[in-house]
Nanobody
C-alpha cells in the first residue's frame, strides 16, 4: 500500500484546510485509515480514523466537532476537513493505513506527511 498526503499549507487561526490522502495498491481499499500529526519536539499523536468501509469514525478529543474525516472508496482517497484551526495544531500531518482499528501509531503504512502551519 502506498499513501500520498497533500493539502497542507499556511492558514490563519480560525481558518480551515482540507487534507487528502491518496492510497494505491491492490489491497488498499480494505485497510482502515487514519491521520496523525507530529509537532516539533513532540511525539506523533492520533487525530482521526475511518474504517475501511467508512462506517466507523474516531476522533481525538481535541479535534471533535472541528475536524471531519471522510473517505471516497471509488477514488481510494481519504480526506480530513479541518475547521477552526489553532496555532498549537501546527504540525506535520501524516496519513496511515492498517488492518487494526483504529490504526495505531505503529501502523503498517505511512504517507510522507504534509505540513500544516497555523498562524496566530
Amino acid at each position: 500500500v502506498q499513501l500520498q498526503a497533500s493539502g497542507g499549507g499556511l492558514v490563519q487561526a480560525g481558518g480551515s484546510l482540507t487534507l487528502s490522502c491518496a492510497a494505491s495498491g491492490r489491497t488498499s481499499s480494505i485497510y482502515n485509515m487514519g491521520w496523525f500529526r507530529q509537532a516539533p519536539g513532540k511525539e506523533r499523536e492520533f487525530v482521526a480514523a475511518i474504517s475501511w468501509s467508512g462506517g466507523s469514525r474516531a476522533y481525538a478529543d481535541s479535534v471533535k466537532g472541528r475536524f471531519t474525516i471522510s473517505r471516497d472508496r471509488a477514488k481510494n482517497t481519504m480526506y480530513l476537513q479541518m475547521n477552526s484551526l489553532k496555532p498549537e495544531e501546527t504540525a506535520v500531518y501524516y496519513c496511515a493505513a492498517d488492518r487494526d482499528w483504529p490504526p495505531p501509531v505503529g501502523s503498517d503504512y505511512w504517507g510522507q506527511g504534509t505540513l500544516v502551519t497555523v498562524s496566530s
